[in-house]
């Protein structure tokens, strides 16, 4: 079945470091994906997306890239900021309108 | 425009009990969603809805769990009765695209 599997945490960086998130799925055809963010004690946000491959979705600094080849959607900042602190969530719908399949999140805390 | 809106907020209750909770999607979204978030995991479909009819009822524990779309605009999720494996956070989401847009969910402890 579908599925998406992403590195563990917690990760815990110096501000300005640079970011890495390793995403990868599992999915029949081509999926959407996407990284939805979840800061402390508010609601799931979408961050970025991409719905075909080769596809880089962007957003405030954050960049992924959809690789079919390797079926990853890896996420990256190059400079982080405390204000990134939150739990990141890599994520895929096969078409719209259907449900999305999260991962088990990961944990950043950026610290001064 | 208003996002999606959830009560409670949090919610106590002891094992064996009922527990109801509400939510209100962004004006004009057709498509409707349940999720469970347990601690430490990522958000689990329970539940999606299109309009007033249920698309995906795949993953809810039908012997407890009960959600219901009257009219195709607000939505009720029950649990009845409660067990411990059920404290979590509920999300509802909505949608009129691709892009679903989630309330701030409801926190379940049953103790």
């Known amino acids: 079945g579908n599925s998406v599997t992403q590195m563990e945490g917690p990760v815990t960086l110096s501000e300005e470091a640079f970011l890495t998130i390793n995403c990868t799925y599992t999915?029949?055809?081509?999926?959407?994906l996407f990284w939805y963010v979840q800061y402390p004690g508010e609601g799931l946000q979408l961050l970025l997306k991409?719905?075909?491959?080769?596809d880089k979705g962007s957003n405030k600094g954050f960049e992924a890239t959809y690789r079919k080849e390797t079926t990853s959607f890896h996420l990256e900042k190059g400079s982080v900021q405390v204000s990134d602190s939150a739990v990141y969530f890599c994520?895929?719908?096969?078409?719209?309108?259907?449900?999305?399949?999260f991962g088990p999140g990961t944990s950043l805390s950026v610290i001064p | 425009e208003a996002g999606v809106a959830q009560s409670p907020r949090y919610k106590i209750i002891e094992k064996r009990q009922s527990v109801a909770f509400w939510c209100n999607p962004i004006?004009?979204?057709?498509?409707l969603y349940w999720y469970q978030q347990i601690l430490g995991q990522g958000p689990k479909l329970l539940i999606q809805?299109?309009?007033?009819?249920?698309?995906?009822d795949s993953q809810l524990p039908k012997d407890r769990f009960s959600a219901e779309r009257l009219k195709g605009v607000d939505s009720t999720l029950k649990i009845q009765p409660a067990k411990l494996e059920d404290s979590a956070v509920y999300l509802c989401?909505?949608?009129?695209?691709?892009?679903?847009?989630f309330g701030p969910g409801t926190r379940l402890t049953v103790t």
């Open positions: 989401a909505s949608s009129l695209s691709d892009e679903q847009y």
């Open positions: 991409a719905t075909k491959a080769d």
């Open positions: 994520a895929l719908s096969r078409t719209s309108y259907d449900k999305v399949i």
């Open positions: 004006s004009g979204h057709a498509t």
């Open positions: 999915a029949t055809g081509y999926p959407s």
């Open positions: 809805f299109q309009n007033n009819g249920v698309v995906d």
